[in-house]
């Protein structure tokens, strides 16, 4: 079996760990957007990363005026991805350490090392990188849903951030908050 297909590979969702409808339609929102204009197919990891929010967002930041619940669980713990969250996207989902052996080996840094162009080695990172998501907090009323993401194509090759969505009219929207991000 070769790493693609061993990566595409996705196990059973034990019971009970299904994602909630608000937080597929969340991560649908997100992906829907993300995906866009991607040439191939986005590797997204299988399981949610941790959520991670300093306090400088919470207190004074992005997140002012939104109280989240459920924040401790989502800092230490992790949650299996469904295929219903990557429905209809150009997006699939990959074992994490199966995938951050391909962008290891993939690092543009090696390949512009043995003389590929920029524009090519980044590529062909890209193509082989790893997106991951967190878990979701929302607040109380569920009007908010706060997650972070990262994508990572090497050591240098990466971004990521946190993301605010807001409910409205039934439907979750990514909104502009100024909430922290990072290029790498």
Known sequence: MSLAS???HVGPVPNGLHPS???IAVYRSFLASYATGAAGPVNLGNRTIPLELPDSDIRDGCLKGIV???LASLRSGSQPLTPEVVDETNVRLVDPEHQASAVKTSDPSLAIHNGA???DAVRA??????LQVSGIAF????RYGVMAFGFSCGELCGHGGT???EKAHGQWRRVKRGCRVWVS
């Not at 990172?125 to 790893?130: D, E, F, R, T, V």
């Open 21 to 23: 409808a608000d937080q």
């Open 6 to 8: 061993k990566a595409a």
């Open 163 to 165: 993301l605010v969505f």
């Open 68 to 70: 989240l619940l459920e």
């Open 139 to 142: 607040d109380r009323k569920r």
């Open 125 to 130: 990172a890209s193509a082989s990188g790893l």
């Open 117 to 119: 162009p920029v524009e």
